[in-house]
Structure formats: C-alpha cells, structure tokens
C-alpha cells in the first residue's frame, strides 16, 4: 500500500482493475470456447466479481483518501492525478445512488430477459418477450432517475455510454445527416445496382485468415500482444495492452463477412493495444461507471477507431488499388475475371434491408435512428411496449422502404435492449463521424500519410492516430479528443463529404 493518499487510491484503483480484466477473460472464455453448460456457472462467476469491483469502489477508506488527495494535490495536481480523482469520485457518486438492491435486481433482469429474447426471436414471438422488456425499461428508467436526477431520463442513460452529449445533440446530428442520406439512399435505388454475386464464390477459410490478419498487422495490430479467434458475434476485449484478443466469423461463400469484421475488430483492438502504459492498472484504463475495463473512452470514440480501418481505409478504392493484386493471388480461381472497379463497387453496394448489422455504410445510420426514436417514445411512454412492433415496421418503411416480413428481422433481432443497453446505439453513428473527422484531421496534418495509403502502407496514418487517440486512453473524453485534434467538437460535415465523394462516384450521381 502507499504511504500518501493519492498512492493508495491508484493502489485501490489497480485491484480494482485487475478484477474488471479478470472479468474480461471470463467473457472472452464464455464467447469462444466455453460450452453452453457452462452458461449458469459463468454468470454467477461474473456477478460475484462485478460486486467485488463494486464494494472496492465504495469502501469508505477510498473515498477519504480521494478527498486526502484532492487536499494534498490542490493546484499542484498533474493532469492525470486530476483525471484519476475526478473519474474515481464520479463513479463512487454514480454507485453510491444504486441501491444494492436495484444492482441485483437489473443483472437479474439482464439474465432473464436475454434468455427470453432469444427464445423469442427463435419463435418470432414478441408478446413473449414484451414483459421483460416492459421491466427492463422500468429498471432503466429508476437507474437513471437514482444516478442522474438532474438530467432528463434519455440523457441520464447516454451518458453511461457518451459523457457529455445530449439527446439534443443527437436528434440535431440526426436531423443534418437525414437531410443528406435520405436522398442518396433514393438516388442510389433508382440507379444502377452493382453485382455482388461474386462475393459469394467459393473462398477458402484459412486464406480468408491469413490474408485479412496480414493487412490487420500492417495496419498497426500487433499479433505478438494478441490473437485472432473465431466468434459467432465477432468482438474485441482486452486483458492489458499486452494482451488484447480479437475475433471473427468465416463463411466460405462469403469474403466480405470476415474481412472486414477482422479489420473492424482489429482497429478497436489497435486502440487498446498503443494506449500509454503509464495509464496501465488506472482509473484511465477502466470504466468505473460501467465497470468495465477498457482503455478506449467513450462507446463513439472506439466505434471511430475501428470504422476508420474498416471503411475509410478498407472499402476505399486506394486501399483496393494497392493491395487488390494480392487478393486475387490469394483467390485466383474466384476472382481471375473481377477487375478492382467490380471488386469495389461491389464491397460498397448500398442496399436498404431490414438488418442492422448487415447494413451499409449508408443506410446504417437510419436504422440507428429509427431505434433513437422508439426508445425515445418508450421512455417517456408516448409509445406502449405491445404497439412497438407496429410502430418498427413503419418506422422502417419510411426510413428505408422496407418491410420486415417478421419481428425476427425487425424489433427483435438486437440483443441490446435485453441486456439493459438502452440508449446506446447512436454511439455507433458518433463513431462514424468522429471517424471521419479524425481521418479528415490526420490527412491534413500530414501530407505524407495519402501517398502512404496510395503505397499500401500505414506507418503514418497509425502514427496520428497514436499520437492524437491512442495513447491518451481515457485521459480526455469525446468531445476533447476531438477539440484538440480537429479543432472541432462533433461535426458531420467530414462524413458527409466523404459520403457525398465516394457514392457520388460510384453510383455515377
Ligand atoms: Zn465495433
């Protein structure tokens, strides 16, 4: 133990970070080898060190030396002291409000509601899963109210995800990039549909691997502190930035799925990989609130960083022009005949359909609209819970000009509601255009980076990035990060450029 105050909260602080990380091995276990046996055990073992973490943050003795140190530091305070000091007060303030009860009472309903959400959309039966929907809202809802009583409830709940930005915000953001997208998406459909059918020849898996985690290490992932794993929901998680996993799915008759899934996965794993490790075992390597170890901050912010290596460098035509001679050795057979303008516009088709996760880079962002909007209307209870199917299926036909055939491909096929994720899914949207931004920012900066690209090397652009991003871990939030290497808070003009540029071109606008 340390001899002064602020040595005793970093001591407290690193425990408590060794925990949320054992945590992580536990979920990476349970979503890459664990059997579904396994299930119940794991749950409770999970539970067990979450209270752990909890009752360490709340011991009386951290909070006296946080206040010691506050006093000792004063003005002297380094940044990061100050940083370390405000996110361990605002967590224990944030704990503080849950009551023991309530905390049991939502991993409960996580638990419950999630098992009923997949039997629900195994069945395509939504009025089984409406009940703990119902509940999940209403422990959501008391959440809020208990942690943030001086917010309004939407913004109470975004805050757990993006510090700092308002549902205002968000319904500005969202106005701006409609107003673009909804008639690009209308042009696009009435223009000239680009053939994918050869995405769907036959590619052999473990070219597939070894030819995306090639192109993942040049992009900065560092295989030697990481591994590549197969997962049914592919995802990053990181143990300490020696050890950051990442993983994907294959599927033989499908090139795009893994590949790009690989790079997206790779570029937030890159982020927590090239975090400082002076912030190792920190209040900055962690997210107290969520009790979650992770060094990126905020939701949007790591959504940016793997949006960035996946879209703006991976489905770009520089990218293709200088590593697509190499794909087509790896497949000769499949793409013998393809020249880079089919293979690109093809990895870039725009298609509104009813899932989420298969979208576009276009249509994406109405989907995620479409559910800022009915989670909107069902916190403040203008839209009743057995009306939201109805309401879904409108929704999408005004958004995208389709009809879900059923509840599986519309109001059920996310798990994030069930769990307790309310709230959450417009960070993704923030991540596209901090993205953009970010890229944007860097290619100014250095005029050096664009012939890298254009070479097919990245020694450059991972260089901005690690100066200005990843090695700040959660030192600065969001709208910081931004503000100090763009000069601008967040700002969609840069993605809709972007978008404007690229489909604008490929589509022949
Ligand atoms: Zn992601």
Redesign the pocket.
């Known amino acids: 133990m340390g001899t002064n105050p602020y040595e005793r909260v970093t001591a407290a602080v690193a425990a408590i970070n060794d925990v949320l990380n054992a945590m992580n091995v536990l979920v990476w276990d349970a979503r890459v080898n664990m059997p579904a046996s396994g299930a119940r055990a794991r749950a409770e073992q999970s539970a067990t060190l979450t209270t752990l973490a909890q009752e360490r943050l709340l011991a009386p003795s951290l909070a006296d030396d946080v206040a010691a140190s506050r006093a000792e530091l004063g003005a002297d305070a380094t940044l990061v002291q100050a940083r370390t000091l405000d996110a361990v007060e605002e967590a224990i303030a944030y704990h503080r409000g849950l009551p023991p009860e309530l905390t049991a009472r939502l991993a409960r309903a996580k638990g419950t509601a999630q098992q009923a959400w997949v039997e629900a959309r195994r069945a395509d039966d939504f009025a089984g899963f409406a009940p703990h929907l119902q509940h999940m809202l209403e422990i959501k809802r008391e959440v809020a109210e208990r942690t943030a009583p001086e917010l309004p409830l939407y913004d109470a709940l975004l805050a757990e995800y993006e510090p700092g930005v308002r549902a205002s915000d968000l319904t500005t953001l969202f106005e701006t990039l409609k107003a673009t997208l909804v008639p690009l998406v209308a042009e696009i459909r009435e223009a000239r549909a680009p053939r994918t059918d050869l995405l769907r020849r036959h590619y052999d898996v473990d070219r597939q691997r070894a030819f995306a985690l090639e192109i993942a290490r040049r992009f900065g992932y560092d295989t030697e502190r990481g591994r590549l794993d197969v997962a049914p929901h592919p995802f990053e998680i990181s143990f300490a930035t020696g050890d950051v996993r990442i993983t994907t799915r294959y599927d033989e008759r499908w090139l795009a799925q893994s590949m790009f899934a690989t790079w ?2 790779a570029g ?1 794993g890159i982020y927590e990989q090239y975090a400082d490790p002076a912030h190792a075992r920190g209040a900055l390597s962690s997210d107290l609130i969520g009790l979650y170890a992770v060094s990126g901050t905020s939701y949007g912010t ?2 940016s960083q ?1 949006r960035l290596w996946e879209n703006l460098v991976g489905r770009s035509r520089t990218f293709w022009d200088a590593h697509y001679g190499a794909l087509v050795d790896v497949f000769p057979d499949a793409l013998a005949d393809i020249d880079v303008e089919t293979f690109h516009r093809a990895i870039n088709a725009v298609t509104p359909s009813c899932i989420r996760v298969e979208a576009d880079e276009l249509t994406y962002h109405l989907h995620i609209m479409l559910r800022f909007e009915l989670e909107h209307a069902l916190l403040d209870g203008s839209l009743k819970v057995r009306d939201l199917p109805g309401a879904w299926n409108e929704a999408m036909v005004s958004y995208l000009g389709v009809r879900p055939p059923d509840d599986r491909l519309g109001v059920l096929q996310d798990l994030h509601w069930s769990v307790g994720l309310v709230g959450a899914f417009p960070t993704y949207t923030i991540g596209t255009v901090m993205a953009s931004q970010f890229y944007a920012a860097a290619l100014r900066d250095d005029v050096a980076i664009l012939p890298e690209l254009t070479a097919g090397t990245y020694g450059r652009l991972h260089g901005w990035l690690h100066e200005h991003v990843y090695r700040h871990a959660r030192l600065y939030r969001a709208g910081e990060l931004l503000e100090r290497s763009t000069g601008r808070g967040l700002d969609p003009s840069d993605y809709l450029t972007y978008v404007k540029e690229k489909y604008g071109a490929l589509y022949g606008l």
Request: hydrophobic share 0%; charged share 35%.
């Open positions: 997206h996965e937030h790591h959504e793997s």
